[in-house]
């Protein structure tokens, strides 16, 4: 199923389930899409979901359940957002998860991205907890302010995770870490810190402090400064529970950064071009 959201600027195309609901063709060209905008960003991080080598039917796998958001500019696919959807028994988790951006249109695209990611989910899924992975400042504000009992986090003066949070964050290592990452053997997670250890420069990412992009809040500079130790790689884990409240507050901001997002002027492929995200305009999350 393809949902479409014409902006100002574009279009997103949200697909979702496309690893069932898809047909072959139609697959191939999503799936080129998304390893397009990997290549042209120029980080070319390595992800097996990003792995062109792989199979239809291993790729149609690991696309099987989720939400994954594709920005177009002119038909040109310029960013996107994938967001898996893990499940366990009765629990059912959304990873709010990599994130490229090869044109920035501005704006908060990620929070939109984000936001309308989790709203469809809630449409077809039940989700029990919301999860993501970033030692990005600005990414970690960003899910904070959406999910106000996220863990870790500045605005919640817990020096444990809640009980019901190791529940997921186990799932999302053996369910979506383990088969998604190139090189698990490197990676290692401290459950009582939610930190995940992993080969981050080798798989594309920044791990330098000064080279990320920063929150707007400084509250959050200075929680990333003191829980992350970016000398060795380290992401954070972050939980939280999507309870009727979440939901509600994650529709309210959806609702305004759509309307700011669509104040964006459209640009012409004739006078002028969308800027190529570089530096600290690109959003990355390790997924």
């Known amino acids: ?19 069932q609901t898809l047909n072959d063709i139609e697959f191939k060209h999503f799936h080129k899409h998304l390893t397009s905008i990997n290549k042209l960003s120029g980080s070319n991080v390595t992800n097996k979901m990003l792995n062109n080598k792989l199979s239809l039917v291993e790729l ?28 366990k028994e009765n629990l ?3 990873h709010i ?13 990620l929070g939109y991205l984000a936001t309308k990611s989790t ?7 039940r989700i029990d907890y919301i ?57 290692s997670i401290d459950e009582k810190r939610f930190i995940l250890k992993s080969n981050s420069a080798e798989m594309g990412f ?25 000398d060795h790689e380290e992401d954070i884990i972050q939980v939280g529970k999507l309870n009727f409240f979440i939901k509600l507050r994650i529709k309210v901001i ?7 997002m669509n104040k964006l002027k459209t640009h012409s492929n004739q006078n002028s071009q969308l800027n190529p995200a570089s530096g600290s305009e690109i959003e990355q999350q390790v997924a």
Request: overall charge positive; proline content about 6%; charged content about 15%.
């Open 1 to 19: 199923m393809i949902i479409k959201d014409t902006l100002s600027f574009g279009e997103i195309l949200a697909y979702v389930n496309p690893g």
């Open 60 to 87: 149609r796998q690991l696309y099987a359940s989720g939400v994954y958001s594709v920005v177009y500019n002119h038909s040109e696919p310029i960013a996107f957002l994938m967001c898996p959807i893990l499940q």
């Open 92 to 94: 059912t988790i959304l």
């Open 97 to 109: 998860g990599l994130m490229m951006i090869y044109k920035n249109p501005g704006g908060n695209l």
């Open 119 to 125: 709203n469809i989910a809630n449409q077809f899924f």
């Open 131 to 187: 999860t993501t992975i970033s030692s990005t400042p600005s990414v970690i504000e960003c899910f904070c302010e959406c999910v106000t009992n996220a863990w870790p986090s500045p605005n919640i003066g817990q020096k444990k995770a809640p009980r019901d949070y190791l529940v997921p964050l186990r799932v999302l290592s053996s369910q979506y870490m383990v088969k998604c990452f190139p090189d698990n053997n490197g990676m």
């Open 206 to 230: 920044k791990t330098n402090f000064y080279q990320i992009s920063r929150a707007e809040k400084m509250k959050y500079n200075l929680f990333c400064r003191t829980w992350i130790d970016y």
């Open 254 to 260: 959806n609702f305004i950064l759509r309307f700011s």
